[in-house]
């Protein structure tokens, strides 16, 4: 526990603190007042031409996100304040920066990410940092409801494990009822955290920790410090966050704009490939062989089985002559196609011209032979005339397109997993019970293990842009010569008596600019958003990665996010005693060092806030019987109410769920049923019958109503109360068992039940002693 005891402050200074926090909100309101009236005169301004308009998109979009952060910091502006050894001000620190009347002194308020806010997270009476008291300030509204002291300069005894920071204000976090999305927790940042929030962006940083020890937390703080120290390079670059599943992400969107960040991209792992959201199921033994980094070559060779030689001589009759082509000639030309490019569809039009000349030629010897007995009639410009026809006739273009046709990832992989002999090609040296596991079939929906492979495909086949190209240079020479135009009128039109006279010549717009600078002016301007641009870009690179719940990914999706950010800045959050998926880790050095060798560095977070003491005591027996590589997690606090177990026969155990549900559904806040797979379906039918709206799947909410979960579906979620239904079923049915029940019986905040038919699983003795 604490080292500092908190004391509830007597009235007086929550009246002071209550006329400092009205004055903070007044300078709140006047800057947005401020941000909207700028908004609105961005938006009159008269476009005169493509630039004028690019500028007042990027303003209005500017003061737009300004207006967004200023209306998330409205709830809980004021978080405290560090009354400091030198000065007499004290020092308010909050949601969003607000600058005082008198610039060369404090703002009026601190940013919470900003240097000065620093010593609010980590002063200690060991280490007090220059710091007399820290106050936490509660606000409900625009009302002040507690104030709680520390005061940091008196003596302290040591005592076990790290002080908590703000003690009362964090207990009154933590007891507080879930609401089914994740709030933020500027106001009770705990040193260790702060650490990580703070680390230096650059290179890849690993933050292990077990359940409840704040990793979602602390990495979403992170994404939003780092957008704020690293303003311009991240607004450029945009930041990516990477959560498993789409309900997880649901849970966490609400935090980053409550931070006061907008330019976040968002992404599941069926989410990774621009366009594509891959919600498709397949087996675990399936994820995990599509997740192995031995994919990459079975690509590799499917891509090449893509560019064929027929086997024996291929007839073509043009204008009724007939030209053999030969497997050799063929082949020679495919070389030329490989040598021409790395990428499959960029070496075809290579390949594509080594035909069209073979078949031109052979017809040329063909007629040239007819006439003067083997010597050909054609000249050069004949040649080239003739070879324009070939390219055009059919039979041509059919070879062509036969032997090597345009792909696209998705028709490699769709034609690839629904043939078997194509799939034994590209497995050289596979089992033959491994190449059944990738068959699919052609109209199956992409699963997130699928994304990875189409990222790969696109990176094997690339896409000839040379249209596009000629499209772009065609009207980049069209608005140069427009401004060239205009140059001249403008020059044309200058006084000429001025013509000599160096000293009071005057300036035209051609003498500033020349017609490429005035052209690329008047090109479109884009004023997306990095996350907006990188939404729909999948060649996009991003300035630093996020991700959550990291155990999960599998060295396919590692290998993707390895290619999204070359400069490897990238904060990795997860648990290796969670993993649930086959494809997932279980070291995270084996899974880093393919693409950052031993450059990373390990932070560890080892106090729960979430699970109570009483609940927490059960998942650690569980977490020993599964030879976990990690310590279960320190709870912060403890309840009171232990955690219950039922024995309930099979025939009684629906109507069972029914009735303790409805109980904790009473006792407030969300609740989850968490239960093996195979009992989902009747869990949710039944439920339905007694609760007007029941959520099930990656899709759940719990703010609407209980929601039935398997233990893969609740990872990353937590919840007031938790049914877990048959322990027994979920060691039995999950892949890695212990890992899933482990992190359902890690959910609840508040109160845990366990119904079970038959035996109680010797793990949770604890729950009958
Ligand atoms: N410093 C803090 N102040 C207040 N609440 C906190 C703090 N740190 C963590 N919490 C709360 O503890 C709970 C657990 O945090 P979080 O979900 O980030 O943990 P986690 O390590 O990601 O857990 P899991 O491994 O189960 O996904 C959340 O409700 C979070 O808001």
New binding site residues.
């Given amino acids: 526990m604490s080292s500092t005891s908190p004391a509830v402050a007597p009235d007086p200074d929550l009246a002071a603190e209550q006329t400092a926090v009205t004055d903070l909100y007044r300078r709140l309101d006047a800057a947005r007042e401020l941000a909207v009236t700028r908004f609105r005169q961005a938006l009159a301004t008269p476009i005169i031409n493509p630039q004028s308009l690019g500028e007042r998109e990027a303003a209005a979009r500017f003061q737009g996100q300004r207006i967004t952060t200023l209306d998330a910091a409205d709830h809980g502006l004021v978080i405290g304040r560090l009354d400091r050894e030198a000065s007499p001000q004290p020092l308010y620190i909050g949601r969003v920066g607000l600058a005082a009347d008198d610039p060369s002194g404090d703002p009026a308020l601190v940013d919470w990410r900003a240097p000065a806010s620093r010593p609010f997270y980590t002063a200690t009476p060991f280490r007090p940092e220059g710091v007399v008291r820290r106050r936490h300030i509660r606000t409900r509204g625009r009302a002040v409801t507690a104030v709680n002291d520390e005061v940091l300069t008196v003596d302290v005894e040591a005592t076990d494990g790290p002080p908590l920071t703000g003690e009362a204000a964090?207990m009154a976090?933590?007891t507080a009822e879930r609401t089914g999305r994740?709030?933020d927790?500027v106001a009770?940042?705990?040193a260790e955290?702060d650490a990580i929030i703070r680390s230096d962006a650059r290179g890849v940083l690993v933050v292990q920790?077990g359940?409840?020890?704040?990793?979602?937390?602390?990495a979403l703080h992170r994404a939003a410090y780092l957008l704020y120290t690293h303003r311009d390079r991240l607004a450029r670059s945009g930041l990516l966050v990477v959560g498993p599943t789409p309900t997880f992400l649901r849970y966490i969107a609400d935090v980053l704009p409550a931070l006061g960040e907008t330019g976040v991209l968002l992404a599941g792992l069926g989410q990774l490939r621009p366009g594509l959201d891959a919600r498709g199921h397949e087996t675990p033994e399936v994820a995990e062989l599509k997740g192995r980094l031995a994919m990459v070559d079975v690509l590799k060779a499917a891509v090449r089985d893509r560019e064929t030689v027929p086997r024996g001589v291929r007839e073509l009759v043009i204008d009724g002559v007939r030209i053999p082509l030969r497997p050799v000639d063929l082949t020679r030309c495919r070389t030329v196609g490989r040598r021409a490019s790395r990428l499959h569809n960029l070496g075809r039009p290579a390949f594509a011209r080594a035909v069209v000349d073979l078949v031109a030629q052979r017809y040329a010897d063909r007629i040239g032979a007819d006439v003067r007995g083997g010597s050909s009639l054609l000249d050069q410009r004949d040649l080239e005339a003739l070879r324009s026809e070939i390219g055009q006739e059919t039979a041509v273009r059919e070879l062509v397109d036969e032997m090597w046709p345009v792909l696209t990832p998705e028709q490699l992989l769709r034609e690839l997993f629904a043939d078997p002999a194509r799939v034994r090609r590209a497995t050289k040296g596979w089992e033959d019970d491994e190449r059944a596991l990738l068959a699919r079939a052609a109209d199956a929906p992409w699963t997130p293990a699928d994304v990875p492979l189409l990222e790969e495909a696109d990176e094997l086949l690339g896409f000839d842009d040379s249209a596009d190209r000629a499209r772009e240079a065609r009207r980049r020479r069209q608005a140069r010569d427009e401004a060239q135009e205009t140059l001249d009128l403008l020059h044309g039109s200058r006084s000429t008596d001025l013509e000599d006279d160096e000293e009071g010549e005057e300036l035209t717009a051609g003498d500033l600019l020349d017609a490429d600078s005035l052209a690329d002016r008047d090109a479109e301007v884009d004023v997306r958003s990095a996350a907006e641009r990188a939404a729909t870009d999948r060649t996009w690179v991003f300035g630093h990665v996020v991700v959550d719940?990291a155990q999960e990914l599998s060295a396919m999706t590692w290998r993707l996010l390895a290619r999204k950010c070359p400069t490897r800045s990238m904060t990795v959050v997860g648990?290796l005693a969670?993993t649930g998926s086959l494809a997932g880790a279980t070291d995270w050095g084996a899974v880093l060092r393919p693409h950052v060798g031993d450059q990373w560095r390990l932070a560890q977070?080892t106090v729960n806030?979430?699970t109570p003491a009483e609940i927490m005591a059960v998942a650690a027996d569980v977490l020993e019987a599964g030879d976990a590589v990690t310590a279960p997690p320190r709870s912060v606090r403890s309840t009171g109410v232990p955690p219950v177990a039922e024995q309930v026969p099979d025939a009684d155990l629906l109507p069972r769920v029914a009735a303790v549900t409805t109980g904790l559904v009473e006792a407030g806040g969300t609740v989850a049923v968490i239960v093996p797979p195979s009992r989902v379906a009747d869990v949710v039918d039944c439920l339905a019958t007694a609760f007007p709206v029941v959520s099930s799947g990656p899709a759940a909410d719990s703010s609407a109503g209980p929601v039935v979960l398997v233990p893969a579906d609740a990872?990353?979620l937590?919840f007031d109360s938790v049914l877990l239904l048959d322990p027994q079923g979920v060691l039995d049915e999950g892949v890695r068992g212990h890992s899933d029940l482990y992190v359902a019986l890690?959910r609840p905040t508040q109160r845990l039940t366990v119904l079970y038919p038959g035996e109680l699983p010797a793990e949770l003795h604890r729950l009958t002693d």
């Fill in positions: 964090l976090a933590l994740m709030t927790i009770t940042i705990q955290q920790g359940p409840g020890t704040g990793k979602t937390a602390v719940e648990d969670q977070l806030y979430r990872k990353g937590e890690t």
